[in-house]
C-alpha cells in the first residue's frame, strides 16, 4: 500500500501564491509520473500538471505560466507553485501517483482546499 498526503492549501488573496506538497511513502518500488488535478465545486476533475521521471513536465494550457510542478525524488514528493492566483483556481487539489514495479498502481491523496478570494 502507498500512501499520499497533500500539504500547503489555505486561503489566499487574489494574486497571491501559494506552494502545495505531496509526500509518497510506503511499498514504493518506482515512481513513474507525478501529477497535480482539481475539482472545483460542480465541475469534474481536471489535470493540472503532470511530471515524468525524467523531469519533462505538461499542464493545462490556461494554467502555464502561472503555475509550475517540480518533483524531488530523493523525497518522493511532488510540488505544486501556484502565482498569480485568481478566485477562479478555488478548487481542492488532488496528489496523483503512477508507480512501475511487479505491478503499475495508481494512487490517489485526499485533497487540500485552495481557496482564492477577490
Known amino acids: 500500500q502507498v500512501q499520499l498526503v497533500e500539504s500547503g492549501g489555505g486561503l489566499v488573496q487574489a494574486g497571491g501564491s501559494l506552494r502545495l506538497s505531496c509526500a509518497a511513502s510506503?511499498?514504493?518500488?518506482?515512481?513513474?509520473?507525478m501529477a497535480w488535478y482539481r475539482q472545483a465545486p460542480g465541475k469534474q476533475r481536471e489535470l493540472v500538471a503532470v511530471?515524468?521521471?525524467?523531469?519533462?513536465?505538461n499542464y493545462a494550457d490556461s494554467l502555464r505560466g502561472r503555475f509550475t510542478i517540480s518533483r524531488d525524488n530523493a523525497k518522493n514528493t511532488v510540488y505544486l507553485q501556484m502565482n498569480s492566483l485568481k478566485p477562479e483556481d478555488t478548487a481542492v487539489y488532488y496528489c496523483n501517483v503512477v508507480l512501475s514495479g511487479p505491478s503499475i498502481m495508481m494512487y490517489w491523496g485526499k485533497g487540500t482546499l485552495v481557496t482564492v478570494s477577490s
Open positions: 510506503g511499498n514504493i518500488f518506482s515512481i513513474n509520473t
Open positions: 511530471i515524468t521521471s525524467s523531469g519533462r513536465t
